[in-house]
């Protein structure tokens, strides 16, 4: 089916929820005019909806083929990687002076959530040359930032993360490549990382490899791991290409789910580089200080990754909802006199609401927290900037494992709808169910996600930010009184929020005494805190429906979103109930079981 | 990994659980002694083990090529089905004087869902000629019975059930083939059939099609549906095969999983038949009385397919646990001098908690239907026999659709726990993701059990079944009051109980005026009751391990599935409260956005 990028509510979530005309407020925002906006996401749209969204099916049957370490892209992808960044999308958020376009984090994000949607795949590659181009700014130097950002930028070259060791994935501590100095100032590296995403390719000139490895007189653990630049051809002093490098692609995996994303195997220091054995690179940042720079990075790679989840939920839902439409089968269950749309059969309709709202939801609260990073960046007043960074910090793990856990369960329900259909590949349902899976696991799995989330989210503080957060979402709770048409609603979300700061007080309460009880708790936490700040948020766009209808607005805009706001407090919070004693009363069962007797 | 039956937890919900010691002391029980039920366990693990299990992986890599009309199945399949049948399995619920076992089908049960979980694809070829083995035995006519099941019961020929075409899925009133009357009495067929699960192989000498078709004069929808049986090669009076009918295979689908197993399109009547156009066949049973006919055999389907849930669980589960003794990664969570086997992390060990425990409540749901099942066969007093009966009838879609979903779910978990490996083809947990996609599908979608489940099995007697289920539950209740150990576990099942009274109250009350409403809720009364029934059980379960380690007997399966059950209760049995919730305050919301809104 044909991707239709979902601008009017795209826009709504932008300037009625996340803060776009206080951002437009600050000193630097006339640069997002209402009228940019609309042009910007217009223009977007137009992009992804003709250039980029055919790649998806066509690279899932298509997967790049490694032959001899070249590795040749899905057919397409070249062109539409050239296409997106001469048009300076790959730019939208970075500095003006290295060639981007140096637009809020908020304005970037729509436009990210949208490459994704138009395809997951394909969106890997500039998302990975995002995070090179964030580390390289946050901690490479002046020469290295000139060298490698524009180009990137430009789109000529991309860039990789090299983390994961085949005995590294989640516990990177145990990273074995090795960086050896060399007599000008450079390194050259030894080993082995896998699941390399975009690690070769024919789509750009060069790669710019960012590689975690240790120096010859590290320590052991993460404080012995530091950052290098490599990359695949050398760079001379004016620019141009040299020798190319000894990184090399020994292979490619066979995946579940984005399977036009090149995912590969890289050697360094195989001995065959034009420039000798060891793959030659440069320090970024302080020696045995990598991981912290990774860690930067990594805030902004999540919350990417949560764009992602929302993504591939809102293209599922728009295959389900236009297939439930056309789809003929079966009497009304009221009775009709022949067939009718599946659309009308209440349990389909109870199914796309799920996927409408689970994807509004994580939406809302995707695009709340990035206008927070934007505030704790733009805001003059520096109390509002601590607070604001605070908010998004506490925002990413729930960003992240939500929406991606969220997109598996709204990609299910896509197959579900298409029926015996959905499990034929043709039909498209199914390869969002394989690409959703992977979501939930890198760049950190959700337990990855709700250790931080419970670690040093809410017990560093001794929940001191989520009581601040409870008090502002019962401020909403405070607005909606005054609106008997939402008094279901309100009640609804007064359990939810009841139920979340319930289960904040028994982590604090029990962290010291029960640390492994609360962690089993800690999946089941993330995901409650997802679904009561989703509901939050849904509540506060139900409030601004409820304005415009009163002011008697005519757009069928409003009374949809209301509608799905209501659905979600009444279907989707109760979950958050079951959470909640899942997590008081379960600790101990979760883990009275010896692993033996598994 | 290799695959290994769980011989002791089938015997254990046997004969502790669903009543294979009453069943043996019925009449006709001394067939199913304590010995022989454990030597059939065995051999049946045994064959599985060796012959079947490997054929997993092999045919998803390797599947069944179509060329010219003709199917080559994969690898290994045909001499795994002749090692099967030549072993007496295909006949082991059959009758006895038609070549099978004549066993009941408590006995059978723990041998499809072992031979599911070792090859799923494997399994459906076996799983429909069962189906055409009821199907002839329930309607068919003497010389049909003697015609076409010995030798499906001998593994020689196989069977399939056409019902699907491409305007007629879940609603078969649409269908259009065709069935002409030929002055000899036989038919001649003419249409397009899908979705024909091994509607086309080489596996067998001959393959026997059940095929739902119109008479000339029949009327519209689905009171106009007659069965017809139409051998791939027409038998000829002594037996032996005669001319290749008119029924061929136009193409193979490309499925998102199962892959294994040859899903065709069939067209029948296309000329190029050895005995002339149109495909010949015989009327089975009654004119238009097909679908009647089918819905009999559908009830045995559809349990057969809830049992392809718990045993693709049962294989997720496995493989997910032992991955998760083996991989090293990361410290505890409260520290330790090294990395520690994942299985250690209380986030991991909550993922295979929660595989684990919906895995086993919904195999000792399943079982303790099947027992009903033969109750209501076997026993001398008529009133159990009613009793059983309709109990097993309403479990039916509840196995179907409870086991189907779960299955989803604990496939999901299942690539979870494995990490950034298991998105990896290899390692074999997507596999499993992908095959279980198409449980709650095929069959009968769980809206459609859950129709079922709403309409005829609760509303048409007034909520009066299940309020004696629910008094038998309350019996539960009353045990475990004597056991303070199991305080806990009672209070939360007690909660639950009453969150399934409620609904089943809410539905009775207002099925009437608000039928839409009412069925917008129905998937999820169907999971709740699939989550109570799953608690039931696992409570039954905990009250006789209490009593054997009270007795001081040394097993370790006991503490075991205590710790299961408590689990059980503690983790999942409160979403059965959020699914009440749902239910209740749920069906307007999810009914108010309009179709064209979406």
């Known amino acids: 089916m044909a991707y239709k990028v979902p601008v009017r509510e795209l826009r709504f979530v932008l300037e009625e929820l996340a803060g776009m005309p206080a951002l437009r407020a600050l000193p630097g925002g006339e640069e997002i005019g209402p009228e940019v906006v609309e042009a910007i996401l217009a223009e977007n749209a137009r992009l992804l909806e003709q250039a980029v969204a055919p790649l998806n099916r066509e690279g899932d049957t298509h997967p790049p083929v490694w032959r001899d370490g070249r590795v040749q892209a899905s057919p397409g992808f070249r062109q539409a990687l050239r296409l997106f960044a ?34 997951l795949a394909f969106s890997l590659c500039p998302l990975l040359t995002d995070g090179a181009i964030e580390v390289l700014l946050t901690a490479g130097s002046a020469e290295q930032q000139q060298r490698f950002i524009p180009p990137m930028i430009a789109g000529t070259w991309t860039g990789t993360m090299n983390l994961t060791e085949p005995q590294a994935g989640s516990d990177l501590s145990l990273v074995r490549t090795r960086a050896e100095p060399q007599p000008d100032g450079s390194y050259r590296l030894f080993g082995q990382k896998i699941f390399i995403t975009y690690g ?4 750009a000139e060069n790669i710019v490899h960012l590689v975690l490895a240790r120096l010859p007189d590290a320590p052991e653990g993460i404080k012995g791991l530091s950052l290098f630049v490599v990359p695949k051809f050398l ?26 994303s090149p995912t590969a195997v890289l050697i360094y220091g195989d001995g065959k580089g034009e420039a000798g054995p060891g793959a030659v690179g440069q320090l970024v940042g302080q020696p045995n200080r990598g991981l912290e720079i990774m860690f930067i990075m990594m805030n902004a790679a999540r919350f990417a990754v949560g764009l992602q989840g929302i993504a591939l939920a809102e293209r599922a839902y728009r295959q389900a909802a236009d297939f439930a439409r056309e789809r003929i089968q079966s009497r009304a269950v009221e009775g009709s006199p022949g067939p009718v749309a599946i659309i009308h059969h209440p349990d389909v309709r109870r199914m796309l609401m799920t996927m409408r709202a689970l994807t509004e939801a994580s939406r809302a609260v995707a695009y709340v927290a990035a206008g927070a990073h934007d505030f704790a960046r733009r805001h003059p007043d520096a109390d509002m900037r601590a607070r604001n960074q605070a908010f998004y910090e506490y925002m990413v793990p729930i960003v992240k494992g939500f929406s991606t856990e969220i997109a598996v369960e709204v990609a299910s329900l896509g197959v579900q709808v298409h029926g015996g259909m959905g499990f034929i590949e043709e039909t498209g349902a199914a390869q969002h169910y394989r690409d959703a899976r992977i979501l939930p696991i890198y760049e950190g799995t959700t337990a990855i996600q709700a250790n931080d989330l419970v670690g040093r989210k809410t017990l560093r503080d001794g929940g001191a930010l989520v009581g601040a957060i409870v008090a502002r979402m019962r401020g909403t709770l405070a607005e909606l009184e005054a609106d008997a048409e939402l008094a279901a609603l309100r009640a609804q979300l007064a359990q939810a929020i009841d139920d979340y700061e319930a289960v904040v007080h028994f982590i604090v309460q029990h962290a010291g005494r029960q640390v492994r ?3 089993a708790g800690s999946v089941p936490y993330l995901m409650l805190a997802g679904l009561v700040h989703g509901g939050w948020q849904m509540a506060r766009a139900a409030l601004v429906c409820r304005t415009h209808i009163g002011k008697g607005i005519v757009d069928d805009f409003y009374p949809a979103k209301l509608a799905t706001a209501q659905f979600y407090c009444a279907h ?16 101990a069962s979760a883990l009275s079981l010896p692993a033996e007797a598994f």
Chains 1, 2 share one sequence.
């Open 86 to 119: 001469e048009a300076g999308w790959q730019g939208l958020p970075h500095p003006v002076e290295l060639g981007g376009q140096g637009l809020p984090k908020l304005m970037a994000t729509p436009c990210m959530e949208s490459l994704n949607s138009a395809c």
């Open 517 to 519: 009880e609360v962690f």
């Open 200 to 203: 070769e390719h024919d789509m």
């Open 235 to 260: 760079v001379n002093e004016d620019g141009t290409l040299g020798a190319r490098n000894d990184v090399w692609c020994a292979s490619l995996e066979h995946k579940l789910g984005i399977k036009a």
């Open 572 to 587: 989707l919070l109760p979950r958050a109930h079951a959470l909640r004693l899942e997590i008081l009363q379960g600790g």
